[in-house]
């Protein structure tokens, strides 16, 4: 039976960024993901877009407030500046906030066509959508307005007088907007590429160590293929989705395997996070169950979204690098070292994921009997995902393949031997691209040597220890 899937009306933006607070329920050693409970305290959060409308609603709040309360019960209290000069100062600040909201979008949108057109489009929402842009909007918003309220408490009724307290309000209000202007414009040095791709590499080794190095993989065993089985077998329950394309974001593996433990059966998802799912795809089978399980609660396993996200995907911040690279590599940019640059990052994450045990798509309860299957990437479409395309179309710079190169033979060096198939594998490929695109025998030889910066500083290889 087919169900339709809804997803969450907020766009999961918080997740992406930095590591998880310590509220957050680890994972258990068990279960190679956590727990989407997470989901349910990100959703009371106010998205960024509501940020200025609170500051605007609190400061609404205290204008019709203070004002009145002061000049009631603290009549003697006033500041001494004249009418005139306190009219001119409140009406200045509330027109140079407009100046400065105006600063505030034309930021914006620079940060979304730079990080568009030369990043990744995927990109674009790390910047336009970050929370100090929305902060500096609602400080300047929230000053415009107490600015104009407290012009009209001045001189109230021909009392001659200018309110004390709220003076110093709109001066605390406009030191913090100067304040916020200068986090804003510091914002745009994050947009360098230097600062882009370490932010990226950073994402990725957080994903890898809460997917991986965090957790203990339940490997199947070698004479059961579980996939096999479930050809040959039909399953008791399919979980289906209907509706416009969707991308999985995430999974609650905990649930499930509570689930499939509740129905003695296996639980197999036929979709990786970060595949896309379409009409009638059947999201994932219940085979061997004695029970039908609720599908609201099946379905509130599986977190959908609009495009992939770093939770639970460390395939995402490659894909994010391989992106950049071979943006830069394309002709109206040509920019090779960036590419160089990025292929610094997806080396450290590739280095950090030869020393892991990939097979977690396969989890098992507490008493050791296998509850839930899912798709994973292998070390080879990892080395794949890292090089094939950066490959292609970097093969006419002889400062990529060189570092490519390098790149390889490293890891050659450290990856244990089942992995090293893969890489030799690539490298065969990097040197039939060599060939083919560097038909002089010198150039040939020039682009096949081994060089970390690409063009460098050239690794030798010499015979004995030094």
Known sequence: MALLIRRSNRKPKGEDRGELP?????????????????????????PVWMIPLAYVAAT??????????????LPGLTHAMTISSAVAIFSSIASGMIALTGIV????????????????????????????????????????????VVIGWVDRNGSGKVPFISTWVVVF??????????????G?????VSRVLRLIGHRGREAIREVYLENEAAVLDKEV????????????????????????????????????????GVIVLRYAVGDAVMEGSPLLQLFGGKKRLAESHL???????????????????????VDIAIKALSPSINDPTTAVQAIDQIEDLLRRLATCNLEVGSVRDEHGTLRLVFPTPDWRDYVSLA????????ASSLQVVRKLRSALDDLLEIGPPPKKEALLSCLEHLDHIVNRYFTGEHDRNRAKQTDRQGLGLTMRRRSGPF
């Open 387 to 394: 090089f094939d395309e950066i490959s292609f179309y970097g």
């Open 105 to 148: 979008f034309s930021i914006s949108f620079v940060m979304v066509q730079f990080s568009s057109s030369a990043y990744s489009p995927r990109l674009v929402s790390w910047f336009s959508e970050s929370p100090i842009v929305f902060h500096s909007l609602g400080l300047f918003s929230a000053t415009f307005i107490y600015a104009l």
């Open 22 to 46: 310590s509220f957050f329920p680890r994972p258990s050693s068990r279960f190679p993901f956590p727990s989407l409970k997470r989901s349910a305290i990100a959703r009371s959060v106010l």
């Open 173 to 186: 209000l406009l030191i913090t907007s100067v304040f916020a202007l200068v986090l804003l414009i510091r």
């Open 225 to 264: 293929d579980l996939f096999v089985l479930a050809e040959n077998m039909p399953p008791s329950q399919t979980l289906g989705f209907s509706g416009r394309p969707l991308v999985i974001e995430s999974i609650d593996t905990r649930s499930l395997v509570r689930m499939a433990k509740e129905a003695e």
């Open 299 to 321: 379905a509130g396993a599986i977190k959908l979204g609009e495009e992939r996200t770093f939770e639970q995907d460390p395939r995402y911040p490659i894909r994010l690098l």
């Open 188 to 192: 745009v040095s994050e947009l360098q």
């Open 60 to 73: 609404i709040a205290l204008a019709f407030t203070l004002p009145p309360l002061e000049y009631r019960f």
